[in-house]
């Protein structure tokens, strides 16, 4: 790329052909001196980054453009240096909001009229659309999905990465809708089994020897159906982990058969007589009280012991309501994307009723509730007449009478909080993860005391 | 005072989710004692976060910061003073100074909210929010 030396501008009504051209196209694009100086911001690079051009013009790039790669790996350092550009490179930056937004750059050489390289220029699109779209066509989520502020969900964030380096079963226990599969994908992609894929399978959706053959896979003539070879579940999860979800659900004869691969590691295609090994993590979930269904005799209890050697509890939504309104916020901004809306944000009646709900179908449904709100609602806030029905009967306080405000439900939650601690305050604020004076403080705001 | 900083050469890295480095030091009046650096470099957010909520630092100075990192270090008890470049020297200095708030070390886009002056002065500091330094 060639240009002429210019000053930088520091007005943009004062803009040249070349800003016109540069502010038209979609795509952020900056240019730098030699000394990594900004020289030229584009509009789009603006909205990308959160910056403007006036803040940025003058500043050294990386603290403008502020990516993954300044540091470590930058891609017009190495263009620079190398002479070669670089295409399509994918990472991300932080923006002024501090997202984390998924780029991808390109760099070139800068040259003045006579050839002699003076700087770079670096363009880079959003990706964010993209990602989301490929996210919802693969169904592929990771960690960052996980949203929540609640102190019982930090704390869960902060034992995830020594979950996942331990290597261990984990059985993930909590209600439909909590996110177990999120979880589990969590605690894969930080394993050391990360290269290596994840496979989930619900057992509760599938029959008995059905769900046999998807597991352990089957040989050809195994059954009426069976017109070839097929790999089970274990065999394509090899180096990985798979995801047990429902395990509740399965059958006492199949139980065996996971105990054996818990136990050896190994496991026998249907109507196979080869002996194949597993090399996986076994990660499960369910939804039902296993305990109760050992001791029920509907689930072995060896096999309940050895697939929970860690567990994990995520608890209902309607325990951690104080993660509501960033929930709302962050499906908000995912449907926006996804159906290119501008929808900014709830009304207080309706951040109210949904306070006010108990969640019984918890992220799922609260989900489901903003996508149904997105139907009707195109930009703006989403009120009430937006939502489900079976909401709307919901608008207003049981106790009072008159909407929840937050009060009310911090009041809630402490009172929940204490009602499980049976009325201990230590034992609470350790729960709630904050001091007792805190505790004593915040009762006392609340006229809890 | 413990104060932690990552750092990128002589300067502050400018993105605390991808740093490399950070740097610890024991502030006593105007005296600085480097007490180790610490590698972190290609670490996920969670085991950042729990590194730096185990070294016991008092205050962490970076540069930016995603919401969800400053979250969980605020969940850590971390006080955080983000959105700071500069080189470590002049910062650390500003920092004991109490001009660390000054427009000098501020990076672009920044909006002016949840940064503290320095030591014991201004803002409030900690970053809890997945909105935050502007926007």
């Not at chain 2, 740093?19 to 007490?35: A, I, N, P, Y």
């Amino acid at each position: 790329m060639t240009i002429k030396r210019k000053k930088p501008r520091g007005n943009r009504r004062d803009a040249s052909c070349e800003d016109v051209i540069l502010d038209s196209i979609a795509e952020g694009v900056f240019t730098v001196d030699s000394d990594w100086r900004i020289q030229s911001f584009n509009r789009a690079a603006e909205e990308i980054t959160g910056t403007t051009h006036d803040d940025a013009i003058g500043r050294q790039c990386w603290d403008v453009f502020r990516a993954s790669i300044c540091e470590s790996a930058c891609a017009l350092r190495e263009t620079m240096e190398t002479g070669e550009r670089v295409v399509g490179r994918q990472v991300y930056i932080i923006n002024a909001a501090g997202e984390r937004v998924p780029i991808s750059v390109s760099t070139a050489l800068l040259r003045d009229e006579g050839g002699e390289v003076i700087g770079g220029v670096e363009t880079f699109r959003d990706l964010s659309v993209e990602q989301e779209l490929r996210r919802e066509l693969e169904k592929r989520y990771t960690f960052s999905d996980m949203i929540g502020r609640n102190n019982r969900i930090q704390e869960l964030f902060a034992m995830i990465p020594d979950v996942a380096e331990s290597g261990s079963t984990v059985l993930i226990q909590g209600e439909s809708g909590t996110g177990k599969e999120l979880l589990a994908l969590a605690i894969h992609s930080l394993s050391p089994r990360a290269n290596g894929p994840m496979i989930v399978v619900n057992c509760g959706a599938l029959p008995d020897t059905l769900l046999e053959s998807e597991l352990f896979g089957h040989k050809a003539g195994a059954f009426t159906d069976a017109k070839r070879d097929k790999l089970g579940r274990f065999a394509l999860a090899e180096g990985g982990t798979v995801f047990l979800d429902e395990i509740g659900d399965i059958s006492t004869a199949l139980q065996s058969k996971l105990l054996r691969v818990l136990q050896d590691g190994t496991y026998e295609p249907l109507g196979g007589t080869e002996t194949l090994t597993a090399d996986v993590r076994i990660v499960s979930a369910s939804n039902r009280d296993l305990p109760e269904l050992v001791e029920r005799g509907d689930f072995r209890r060896d096999l309940f012991y050895r697939i929970n050697v860690v567990t994990v509890e995520l608890p209902p939504l309607r325990e951690r309501k104080d993660d509501i309104p960033l929930l709302v916020d962050h499906f908000i901004a995912r449907f926006n994307r996804l159906r290119n809306r501008d929808v900014s944000g709830v009304s207080s009646a309706v951040m109210s009723m949904l306070m006010g709900h108990d969640f019984p179908g918890n992220i799922r449904e609260l989900e489901n509730i903003i996508e149904h709100a997105f139907v009707t609602c195109r930009a703006g806030q989403i009120g009430t007449r937006h939502l489900p029905a079976y909401l709307k009967s919901r608008v207003v306080s049981a106790e009072t009478g008159r909407p929840y405000s937050m009060q009310d439900v911090e009041r809630q939650f402490l009172v929940s909080a204490l009602e499980r601690n049976n009325g201990n305050r230590l034992a609470t604020a350790r729960e709630l993860g904050i001091h007792k004076t805190t505790l004593w403080r915040r009762m006392k705001r609340l006229g809890l005391l | 005072m413990r104060v932690g900083i990552p750092i990128w050469g002589s300067k502050v890295s400018p993105v605390l989710d991808a740093s490399e480095q950070l740097l610890v030091v024991e502030l006593t009046g105007t005296e600085r004692s480097d007490v180790e650096t610490v590698s972190f470099g290609g670490w996920g957010m969670m085991r950042r976060a729990r590194l730096i909520g185990d070294l016991g630092l008092d205050v962490l100075i970076c540069g930016a910061i995603s919401g969800r990192l400053a979250g969980l270090l605020a969940w850590k008890d971390v006080r955080v003073i983000p959105w700071v470049s500069g080189e470590v020297d002049d910062v650390l200095r500003a920092f004991v100074e109490g001009r660390l708030s000054g427009k000098r070390f501020a990076m672009p886009g920044y909006r002016g909210m949840g940064r503290g002056g320095g030591r014991g002065g201004g803002g409030r500091g900690r970053q809890g929010g997945r909105r935050h330094g502007g926007g």
